[in-house]
């Protein structure tokens, strides 16, 4: 649902976002199961009021349930409320319609009365149903009713269901339909939930929703791996582009609601959260996509063993200096309060660890709180955090994955700049000039590179150091040499040693590459320095450096200034073409009158019958107009060929064959009753 220019937007911000934040920038934790905050909620309302009017009743459907599910009141509530009653003063509903607006009007609040045949007519198609549709929309519009249902009906239906059902728990839509879906059987939790509401079951239906609820394990287990820590279900093709999401969202809400409507009925805790993040994770597209995302993740928001908690990282990184605090977040997946928890930090494999030992949380302010005492080593911290609700039926445990940037001052030093004999910078030599920088402050180094031989080349080498004084890599360490004329620059990658020494190595031909030329003068050059983890990312000004380049060396071409309007220019026209011999054009000319020829002879030789002409009535209009329309496309065509162009003549051809025909049946018609007549 985005426009092109949306989309390139989101493209070219995400690339530099991407660019900001590998050189400069801080990258942003992330948690397991990312709670659904109030953006997320924005962006639902965004699809949920594109279509204000809300004119279908499939739209108002999934309109009202959203906005049910994110706790919001629609601004258009009487206009929904009349379209659901619209649909339920018909004199017969179907029961996805009954469904509908019936789901509409309980979600509003609507004061309408109710079709006092509707329960009638939702019992004779749920008698009548042979499909998994039928049966859902039935039950779940009596459901709605309140009303209650004999068993022998009820047991009858779960029957049909049950006859669907495949062993790995998925189950069909209909009887010849070949396919199973896990969404199918989200649908079939859903309606046994509804169905338990409309009274005692007979025999046969307790045993059918029984064989299904022992089938619930065995649908989790088809559940795929969708990146990290997340699940999903294969979809229908019928839902779209979002497939997936509509068959794991539906499989969340039917499984929830049939938790809470039965006790025995345990859903494995651990697939539920990863399910979840799925659903969170997508991106809604329709108004149909912000309604599985909602209604599914609010089901599971009621305090449940199956609940899942979400732990979010409130600082985005801390610095290496001690006292600093890692601050953490507990709430359910729609971003409301969590119920109390124990938080607890584990202990992290190898060297780069918060804590050495499992570390309680301190809850402070609604947070939960580690103490960062020590001095940290700069560095990505990956851990992991377990939240255990003190009371285990309102909300499953969890394991949590996040990470934390440590940042801090990188310090440069051993800054030595040299000239080296040799166009080679890989052979090692030894210096023929050398001097220290001491950064900051320290003096600038001016140094000479004679290239007259092109046997000389540039090397800098420096050392960075982290806060705790041991080597350090950054993302981008780069040498800028700045030319004395022009606007470019060339730039060099410094390369880590095995001691975590940068070395850089500049020689005149690379300059040349680069710039375009050596031109002789006074080189600037300055040191580039960024990483996420650097608190002081920095370019810095070195020093000066003298080139003296070969005279047969290609000077910096002059650039002026790029912002500057360019000069005018004037397109070279293209030369004509050679006209073809005269004696085509003529041969050309005859074959294309030759049918004109052709005409005038027959019709020469046919003559021309004035006898057979009306001489009363209204067929000597038609005829007249026939004849007429005839001659002036004839005309229009010898006009064509003299001056009209093809869209001047189209139009007045398609005018005149009109009246033609228009007038020509009527008179052929004629001439044909009037042969019939003197036969």
């Known amino acids: ?43 639902l309302l965004r699809i ?47 029961s996805r319609h009954a469904f509908q607006a ?58 049909v269901v049950k006859e669907l059902m495949d062993d790995d728990g998925s189950f069909r839509f209909r009887e010849d339909h070949v396919a199973s879906s896990a969404g199918a059987a989200g649908m079939v939790y859903e309606m046994l939930a509804n169905a338990k509401t409309l009274g005692p079951m007979s025999a046969a239906g307790h045993a059918a929703a029984q064989e299904i609820q022992e089938t619930i394990s065995n649908l989790f287990g ?23 999401l509509a068959a794991t969202a539906r499989v969340l809400l039917g499984s929830a609601k049939l938790a809470r409507a039965e006790e025995g009925v345990l859903l494995p805790a651990p697939k539920v959260r990863d399910l979840a993040a799925f ?40 610095s290496s200096a001690p006292s600093q605090a890692l601050k953490l977040s507990v709430t359910t997946i729609m971003g409301n309060p969590a119920p109390e928890c124990r938080v607890t930090v584990l202990p992290s494999d ?9 570390t309680d949380l301190l809850v402070q302010n609604g947070e939960y709180v580690l103490r960062l005492d020590k001095p940290l080593e700069m560095g990505t911290y990956t851990f992991s955090v377990k939240v255990s609700p003190t009371d285990p039926l309102v909300a499953a445990a969890s394991r949590t994955t996040l990470s934390l940037l440590v940042r801090g001052n990188v310090a440069v030093s051993d800054i030595k700049v040299a000239i080296h004999s040799g166009a080679s910078s890989s052979v090692p030599s030894s210096p023929l000039a050398s001097t220290m920088v001491a950064l900051p402050g320290g003096s600038a180094s001016h140094l000479t590179l004679d290239a007259l031989e092109r046997s000389q080349h540039l090397r800098l080498t420096l050392s960075l150091k982290s806060t705790t004084m041991k080597p350090f890599r950054a993302n981008q360490v780069m040498l800028r040499v700045t030319p004395p004329v022009g606007e470019a620059s060339a730039y060099f990658v410094g390369k880590m040693t095995d001691v975590g020494t940068y070395i850089f190595a500049v020689t005149c031909s690379q300059l040349e590459e680069q710039l375009g030329g050596v031109s002789a003068g006074s080189y600037r050059y300055a040191l580039m320095l960024g ?21 047969n060396m290609e000077p910096i071409p002059e650039v002026g200034n790029k912002f500057s309007k360019l000069p005018d220019f004037s397109p070279a026209p293209k030369a004509e073409d050679e006209p073809p011999p005269q004696w085509i054009s003529l041969v050309f000319t005859v074959l294309a009158l030759l049918p004109l020829v052709l005409l005038f002879v027959m019709l020469g030789q046919l003559g021309a019958n004035l006898r057979a002409f009306p001489k009363e009535g209204p067929a000597i209009a038609f005829n007249l107009g026939l004849h007429l329309g005839i001659a002036s496309i004839m005309g229009l065509l010898v006009l064509y060929w003299l001056k009209l162009s093809v869209l001047q003549m189209l139009p007045i051809l398609g005018g005149l064959c009109l009246l033609t025909c228009m007038t020509g049946y009527p008179a052929l018609s004629s001439l044909v009753a009037s042969k019939v007549k003197h036969a």
């Open 1 to 43: 649902g985005r426009s092109w220019v949306e989309m390139r937007k989101i493209c070219f911000g995400g690339l530099w976002t991407a660019l900001l934040g590998c050189v400069l920038l801080p990258l942003e934790t992330t948690a397991h199961l990312v709670a659904f905050a109030n953006a997320d909620k924005e962006d």
């Open 279 to 318: 659903v969170v994770r997508s991106s809604a597209i329709d108004a149909r996509d912000a309604f599985h995302v909602a209604t599914s993740l609010q089901a599971l928001d009621a305090p449940a063993p199956t609940r899942p908690l979400a732990v979010t990282a409130r600082n985005k990184f801390v």
């Open 48 to 94: 949920v009021k594109r279509n204000s009017t809300h004119d279908s009743l499939e739209e108002t459907f999934y309109a009202a349930e959203t906005l049910k599910a994110l706790g919001e009141t629609p601004e258009n509530h009487q206009h929904m409320c009349s379209t659901a009653q619209q649909v339920m003063d018909a004199p017969r509903v179907a």
């Open 222 to 244: 088809l559940a795929e791996e969708e990146g990290d820590d997340a699940l999903t279900f294969d979809g229908d093709d019928a839902d779209g582009d979002n497939a997936n």
């Open 531 to 551: 990483d996420k983890l650097m608190e002081n990312s920095q370019v810095t000004e070195i020093g000066n450096l003298t080139v003296r380049p070969p005279p």
């Open 102 to 159: 019936l789901s509409i009007q309980a979600g509003l609040g609507c004061a309408n009365p109710v079709n006092p045949v509707l329960k009638q007519v939702l019992l004779e198609e749920l008698d009548a149903s042979s499909s998994l549709s039928g049966v859902y929309y039935a039950i779940g519009a009596l459901a709605l009713l309140k009303e209650r249902v004999s068993s022998d009906v009820i047991g009858r239906a779960l029957m």
């Open 350 to 358: 190898g060297p780069m660890t918060l804590v050495s030992t499992p």
